[in-house]
């Protein structure tokens, strides 16, 4: 997929998805709140079923996109207003799904991905990690992760590969 | 956030009655398991087995509550379901908590301290 952002769309009701299994395209525009990120992947979910892709595809898709999410309402508008626009399409020869978001929120530190590595999990309960999960569990799940500033907006891409089940 | 709890054979077990702990209610969770663990009991035990979706503020979330309870008391995790057992294997969080399959019958709970 090259990166081409997301299409400015209206609010709509639930996404558009192909349903003959082979075709899927979802577009949606989320605002930037966690009850609305957490109804958006309901939503997705349900089209993503409709449109043919397997528990273990689906579940995947739902935890990366939540953490992909989840980071652009707290680090790209931390906390703010906002709307990001997200885009899962399904290519048909590798059964992968190819997804974009776009935001105009602040950008990535560094004007890089993160790298996701664990924090160390030895030692007194007093040391664990509360955070820094997300990253690894994007990296962990998707593939193809690409970021691009563009003027005021930020656009990232990634891919979920078929057969991306629970085998990990 | 709807927790129930109750004490068996002094555990505290604590069932998640929400199909998710995500970043929409993590906050909410942390301070709703503050409130139901304020009592003396040694052993926490956290009933997740109708939690269908966790994610990472979830794990944080549910982290915090085992730091804010050690190094005293313990938090061991029961019935995590197939995606939430997934994020704790992929963040080698599995490593860190006692696992139980199902919550342990009383007489299991007094068996094994």
């Known amino acids: 997929m090259t990166g081409r952002a997301p299409p400015p769309r209206g609010p709509g009701p639930a996404p558009r998805a192909g349903g003959n299994g082979r075709h899927l395209l979802l577009e949606l525009r989320i605002a930037a709140r966690p009850e609305a990120v957490r109804a958006a992947l309901a939503r997705i979910s349900g089209a993503l079923e409709t449109g043919g892709i397997g528990e273990g595809m689906r579940g995947t898709a739902e935890i990366v996109l939540a953490e992909v999410l989840n980071n652009i309402v707290e680090h790209a508008y931390a906390g703010g207003q906002g709307q990001i626009a997200l885009r899962i399409e399904l290519c048909p020869a590798s ?70 089940a629970g085998g990990d | ?56 503020s979830g794990l944080g979330a549910v982290v915090s509550v085992m730091k804010q ?30 696992l139980h399959p199902a919550v342990p019958d009383p007489a299991a709970l007094r068996a094994a301290p």
């Open chain 1, 95 to 164: 059964g992968a799904l190819l997804c974009a978001t776009r935001d105009e929120g602040r950008p990535m530190p560094g004007g890089r991905l993160p790298e996701g590595g664990l924090p160390p999990l030895e030692g007194p309960a007093a040391a664990l990690p509360e955070g820094g999960f997300g990253w690894h569990l994007i990296r962990a799940l998707a593939t193809g992760l690409w970021y691009r500033r563009e003027g005021e907006v930020n656009l990232f891409g990634f891919r979920i590969e078929a057969g991306s």
């Open chain 2, 69 to 98: 309870l050690a190094p005293a008391r313990r938090l061991e995790l029961a019935a995590l379901t197939a995606p939430v057992a997934r994020v704790f294997r992929l963040t080698r969080m599995d490593s860190v908590f006692t």
């Open chain 2, 1 to 56: 956030m709807d927790l129930t709890a109750e004490t068996v054979a002094g555990v505290r077990i604590i069932r998640v009655n929400e199909t998710r702990i995500d970043a929409a209610v993590a906050i909410r969770f942390k301070e709703r398991m503050r409130e139901l663990t304020d009592g003396p009991e040694e052993r926490v035990l956290l009933d997740l087995g109708q939690v269908e979706f966790l994610d990472s």
